[in-house]
C-alpha cells in the first residue's frame, strides 16, 4: 500500500467525527435526538442528552487531534478506541433497542440497520490505518495532491451511502427524479374512486340521522345516471331491512344525500329519508322597514 | 351480473331516487338512534367482546366460515346476505379463501356462531413513508420493514391532505409519510391498496 495512504485517513475521519459531534453539541434537535437513541436506554432517560453532548466532546477532541499531526500516533488510537465503542454502541442498540435511533450523524429517526455497522466497521478500518501512518496527512496531500482527493472523494461518498440518515438528501431526490422521469403511478383520470362517495356519505345529514340504524358495512354499490348507490344492512324496529343511499356521483353536495329502507324479502320501502331542505327566509328578513325615529 | 341483481337493485334504486310512494319522515320513528340500541348489551370488564371475532381462516363451509383466533380461539362464523364482507372491495364470500386474516363483527348466537354484519377480510391499516416508487408500487417503510403497496388500478385512491379521494395518484412522494388502509396478501409483505391518506406539504 502507497504511504500517503494511511496518512490521509485522519482527514476523513476527522471530517466524519466533527459532523457528528457538531448534531450532538450544537443541533437544536439534540436533546429529541438524545431521548430517541440506545443511550436514553443505555445510561437512562435523565443522562441521556448528558452522556449524548460528553460523546460529541469526545468526537470533537478527536477529530482536533487527529488534525494535529504531532498527535500522531496516538490520535489514530483514540480514533480507533472511539470507532471501536460506536460498533459496540450499534451492537447494543440493536439488541436491547431495535426501534431505538441510530442518534449518529443526523437528528433524523433513524433505526440501527446494518448500513450503520458498515459504516462504523469503514471507520474502525480508516482508525487502524490511520494509526500507521508513517507521514502527516499535509505531507501526504502536498506530495499527490490528485490521488489524494480522489481517495478522500471515494471515502467520503462511500461513508454518504451508508449513512441512512442522509438518504433524504440524494437517495430519495434521485429516486423522486426517476419518478418524474417514468411516471409510475396513475394520474389524471375523472373516474369518482368509490372511498370519495363514502366519504361524501359521512359528511352528509341524513348519514348523520341513520348512521346508528345501521348494522353492517358497505355491502354493494352500483351506479345509476347521476347517482351512486351504497347499500348497507339496518334494523327498523325488529326487522332487518336494506339500506339504500343515494349519493351525487359527480357532485360534492352531501344535503342531497337520501336513503330508503327496503324490506328485500317483500320488496316494501319501510321508510325514506331526506335532509330537511333550508327553510325560506321569513318575510322579516326581506321586508325590514326603517325603525321611525 | 346475473338478471336477478339487476332486477334487485332496479328496485333498490328505484326506491330512493325513484320519487314514487315516498314514505313520509313521520314514519320514520324508529330513525332515531337510540332504536339501534334499544337492547344494549352489557359486557364483563376484562372479558373479550363476545360479538367480535378475530383471526385466520382454516375452513370454508356454505355459509360458514371457520376462523382460528391469534388468541388460538376458535370461531364459526355465520354470512348472511345481510353480511358486508369487505376484501379490498365490497364483495361477497365467495372471495374469502383459506388463510386469509379477518375480522368480524355481529352477534354471538346461542349455539356459538357468530351471526356476522361486517367482515374485513385482510384489512390492515399502516403508517408507513414512502421509499421508492415503481411502476404502479409504492415500496413502504413499516417500523422499519418493506412493505410493497400494489396499486389495483380503478380501485386504489388517495386522499391528499384530507380532501375527497382521488384516483391520481401522481403527487404522492418518495420519502413522504403516508397512510394506507389495504387488503394485506397473506403470508407476504405485500398488500394491495384501496386508500392512501398524504400530505403534500414537505417536512
Redesign the interface.
Known amino acids: 500500500m502507497h504511504p500517503w495512504i494511511p496518512a490521509l485517513q485522519p482527514l476523513l475521519l476527522a471530517a466524519v467525527l466533527l459532523w457528528s459531534a457538531r448534531l450532538k453539541l450544537a443541533h437544536p434537535l439534540a436533546e429529541a435526538a438524545a431521548r430517541r437513541s440506545a443511550l436514553a436506554q443505555l445510561v437512562g432517560e435523565a443522562r441521556a442528552l448528558p452522556a449524548y453532548r460528553a460523546v460529541g466532546a469526545v468526537e470533537a477532541a478527536v477529530a482536533v487531534a487527529l488534525l494535529v499531526p504531532a498527535a500522531r500516533p496516538l490520535s489514530g488510537y483514540a480514533s480507533a478506541a472511539l470507532t471501536t465503542g460506536f460498533v459496540a454502541y450499534l451492537g447494543y442498540a440493536r439488541i436491547a433497542a431495535p426501534e431505538s435511533s441510530c442518534g449518529c450523524m443526523s437528528a433524523a429517526r433513524t433505526p440501527v440497520r446494518w448500513r450503520a455497522f458498515a459504516r462504523a466497521a469503514l471507520l474502525v478500518a480508516a482508525s487502524v490505518l490511520a494509526a500507521t501512518a508513517a507521514t502527516g496527512w499535509p505531507a501526504a496531500l502536498a506530495d499527490h495532491p490528485v490521488p489524494a482527493a480522489a481517495l478522500l472523494l471515494a471515502e467520503a461518498a462511500a461513508v454518504l451511502a451508508l449513512s441512512a440518515e442522509l438518504d433524504r438528501h440524494w437517495l430519495d431526490q434521485l429516486r423522486q427524479l426517476r419518478v418524474r422521469l417514468t411516471s409510475p403511478l396513475p394520474a389524471g383520470g375523472f373516474d369518482i374512486p368509490l372511498a370519495s362517495t363514502v366519504e361524501q356519505l359521512h359528511r352528509s345529514p341524513v348519514w348523520h340521522d341513520t348512521a346508528g340504524l345501521l348494522t353492517s358495512d358497505l355491502r354493494e354499490h352500483w351506479d345509476e345516471e347521476e347517482w351512486r348507490l351504497l347499500l348497507f344492512t339496518a334494523r327498523h324496529g325488529e326487522h332487518t331491512v336494506s339500506a339504500v343511499y343515494a349519493v351525487p356521483r359527480l357532485r360534492y353536495e352531501p344535503a342531497s344525500v337520501r336513503l330508503a329502507l327496503v324490506d328485500e324479502q317483500t320488496g316494501q320501502t319501510v321508510a325514506t329519508h331526506t335532509a330537511t331542505p333550508d327553510t325560506p327566509l321569513p318575510a322579516w328578513v326581506n321586508d325590514r322597514q326603517p325603525v321611525a325615529a | 351480473m346475473t338478471d336477478n341483481t339487476l332486477d334487485?337493485?332496479r328496485?333498490?334504486?328505484s326506491?330512493?331516487?325513484g320519487g314514487a310512494?315516498?314514505?313520509a319522515?313521520s314514519?320514520?320513528g324508529?330513525?332515531?338512534?337510540?332504536?339501534?340500541?334499544a337492547a344494549p348489551q352489557t359486557i364483563d370488564a376484562g372479558a373479550p367482546d363476545p360479538n367480535f371475532a378475530e383471526g385466520r381462516i382454516t375452513g370454508i363451509a356454505a355459509g360458514m366460515l371457520y376462523v382460528t383466533g391469534s388468541d388460538t380461539a376458535l370461531h364459526r362464523i355465520r354470512i348472511t346476505n345481510?353480511?358486508?364482507?369487505?376484501k379490498l372491495?365490497?364483495t361477497g364470500i365467495d372471495a374469502a379463501a383459506v388463510g386469509d386474516g379477518l375480522y368480524a363483527r355481529g352477534l354471538r348466537m346461542d349455539d356459538g356462531t357468530l351471526a356476522a354484519?361486517?367482515v374485513?377480510i385482510n384489512i390492515v391499516n399502516l403508517q408507513a413513508h414512502i421509499?421508492?416508487?415503481?411502476?404502479?408500487?409504492l415500496h413502504l417503510d413499516h417500523?422499519?420493514k418493506r412493505i410493497v403497496g400494489h396499486?389495483v388500478?380503478?380501485?386504489?385512491?388517495v386522499?391528499y391532505n384530507n380532501t375527497?379521494?382521488?384516483?391520481?395518484?401522481?403527487m404522492?412522494?418518495?420519502?413522504r409519510h403516508v397512510q394506507v388502509i389495504g387488503a394485506w396478501v397473506p403470508d407476504t409483505n405485500e398488500v394491495q391498496i384501496?386508500?392512501v391518506y398524504a400530505g403534500t406539504h414537505s417536512h
Open positions: 334487485r337493485r328496485l333498490l334504486t326506491a330512493v331516487v310512494g315516498l314514505v319522515a314514519a320514520l324508529s330513525l332515531a338512534p337510540e332504536a339501534a340500541f345481510a353480511t358486508s364482507v369487505w372491495i365490497p354484519d361486517a374485513w421509499v421508492a416508487i415503481g411502476k404502479n408500487q417500523k422499519g396499486v388500478p380503478g380501485r386504489s385512491a386522499s375527497p379521494a382521488v384516483t391520481d395518484m401522481s404522492l412522494k418518495v420519502g384501496a386508500t
